[in-house]
């Protein structure tokens, strides 16, 4: 149990389009999930905590406007980078927890992305 | 705020060996727990074992244990009898109780060779 699926696993894009990551628990319901970039060779930043319903939680130095957050239901959570530039290439990764505080995060396999 | 610190870049250890991952951290709240992942070369999390701070036993999960020290806040991963699949990268991580973030630390490459 407490699958988290993330979509796509790889995308090229060129610069200035926008990207959607989708990030959904199979088996559970989340009404918190967490966005983590990782650039190579380095640890994960969270980025952001999505509220089902409400608006994200951004953390200090990520911009909301490019990095938007959408947790329309309570298995779905999005993150689209949009107007991307080469620096937004990274590896981003969702994860969600079943229940209780002390539960660990189950982590969705991730995406790379590359912008040309 | 929290921090962890993991000062191990690499370890290597031989198969069938046990290996210790060092972690500290600091945090001024009383209650909060304590986290290892492996993430292999695909990139994916796995979640290892959780130790929490109110936790008398250390955990264990199969080869992997946790060696507890709150006084000197560290939460070292020992895995028992190396195998070559456990070549990865381990990260700590710190949630503190009331928060429901994880911050990681800088993570440990281990390489298990033959």
């Known amino acids: 149990g407490a699958v988290v699926s993330q979509h796509p696993s790889r995308v090229i894009c060129k610069s200035g389009t926008s990207v959607k990551i989708e990030c959904r628990s199979l088996?559970?319901?989340?009404?918190?999930m967490f966005w983590y970039r990782q650039f190579p060779k380095q640890s994960l930043m969270l980025m952001a905590t999505?509220?089902?319903?409400?608006?994200?939680?951004?953390e200090q130095g990520v911009e909301k406007d490019k990095f938007l957050i959408n947790h329309a239901s309570l298995t779905l959570s999005t993150l689209t980078v949009t107007s991307a530039h080469p620096e937004d290439s990274s590896f981003y990764i969702c994860?969600?927890?079943?229940?209780?505080?002390?539960?660990?995060?189950?982590f969705g396999n991730g995406t790379r992305l590359t912008v040309t | 705020a929290q921090k962890i610190t993991q000062t191990q870049p690499g370890m290597f250890v031989q198969e069938k060996e046990a290996v210790t991952l060092d972690c500290t951290y600091d945090?001024?709240?009383?209650?909060?727990?304590l986290f290892w992942y492996k993430q292999p070369s695909s990139g994916e999390m796995i979640f290892l074992i959780y130790?929490?701070?109110?936790?008398?036993q250390n955990a264990t999960e199969g080869r992997y244990s946790l060696n507890f020290q709150k006084a000197r806040k560290s939460a070292n991963l020992v895995i028992s009898a190396s195998q070559l699949g456990d070549s990865a990268m381990y990260f700590c991580?710190?949630?503190?109780?009331?928060?429901?973030?994880?911050?990681f630390g800088t993570g440990t490459r281990l390489l298990v060779s033959p």
């Open positions: 991580a710190m949630q503190n109780t009331g928060f429901q973030k994880l911050v």
């Open positions: 994860s969600a927890r079943v229940q209780g505080m002390n539960s660990p995060l189950h």
């Open positions: 088996d559970f319901q989340a009404t918190t």
């Open positions: 945090t001024s709240d009383q209650s909060y727990g």
């Open positions: 999505s509220n089902e319903g409400s608006k994200a939680t951004y």
């Open positions: 130790q929490g701070s109110y936790d008398e």
